[in-house]
């Protein structure tokens, strides 16, 4: 299985100390590198690459602005030469996080982790238009960020010109349009209960008849959704209901 990754980073002499560190493994393969956010975007969005080491610390826009800026992120191994963000990169659920100058040993463990994450990955396409329950999405609202499972997102649902996103005990907004969010996500689990909310049916309790030919749900969270009298016909179409 060939790996296709990417390197962000702006130090020339670091993205060539990763390239060396790359041609050490067969199963790398390096599809491109930029030096800086907005290159690196673009560099992803053409490539669909499986791996991406990121730098943290670049100038105006930080790895982190990099993460939000994609609809759906690569398994993501952390680089910077400041050790103070070990903490914070795993609070965004990277895969690894390496201390530059990297190590050819710890490079290697690294390596270990994003084989295991692929084998358990059940997509790997690269040119995937629509999300999977295993993708991953990234949201970062305030100082709070997340890496999240599609599978994991129980609920959508409008706030003004953005999408509350509900996962375990979090609701933190994403800065995309739910009609944005709805044309990514895997219609066999996710249906549009009204114009306000989106569901995911793996995570309903309870179905019951509401008024004017409506539908209520529960959820397994204990939230209560609406369905409109129109989504109401289709989604019991949808579910044999």
């Keep these: 299985m060939k790996i296709k990754a990417v390197i962000v980073e702006d130090s020339r002499l670091a993205r060539n100390e990763l390239k060396e560190l790359l041609k050490l493994h067969d199963d790398l393969e390096l599809v491109g590198e930029a030096e800086n956010v907005d290159d690196g975007v673009a560099l992803i969005e053409s490539e669909s690459p499986d791996l991406l080491f990121l730098d943290i610390n670049m100038p105006e826009k930080d790895g982190f602005d990099l993460l939000e800026m994609l609809d759906e992120v690569p398994i993501t191994v952390f680089t910077t030469a400041y050790d103070e963000y070990a903490i914070k990169s795993f609070e965004y659920n990277a895969l690894d996080y390496l201390l530059k100058p990297v190590s050819s040993k710890r490079f290697d463990m690294a390596l270990e982790k994003v084989r295991e994450k692929m084998v358990a990955k059940e997509e790997i396409a690269s040119n995937v238009k629509v999300l999977t329950e295993t993708s991953q999405i990234f949201i970062k609202d305030g100082e709070a960020c997340w890496l999240v499972k599609i599978g994991d997102i129980t609920l959508f649902e409008i706030v003004g010109n953005y999408t509350r996103v509900h996962f375990e005990d979090k609701k933190p907004l994403l800065y995309k349009s739910l009609n944005q969010v709805e044309e990514k996500l ?10 306000q909310q989106i569901v995911n049916t793996n995570y309903i309790e309870n179905v019951v008849p509401w008024f004017n030919g409506k539908l209520k749900l529960t959820m397994k969270n204990g939230e209560e959704v609406e369905v ?12 044999s209901l």
């Design 186 to 195: 895997p219609q066999d689990s996710f249906f549009r209960a009204n114009r």
């Design 228 to 239: 409109s009298r129109r989504q109401s016909y289709i989604f019991k179409d949808k579910m």
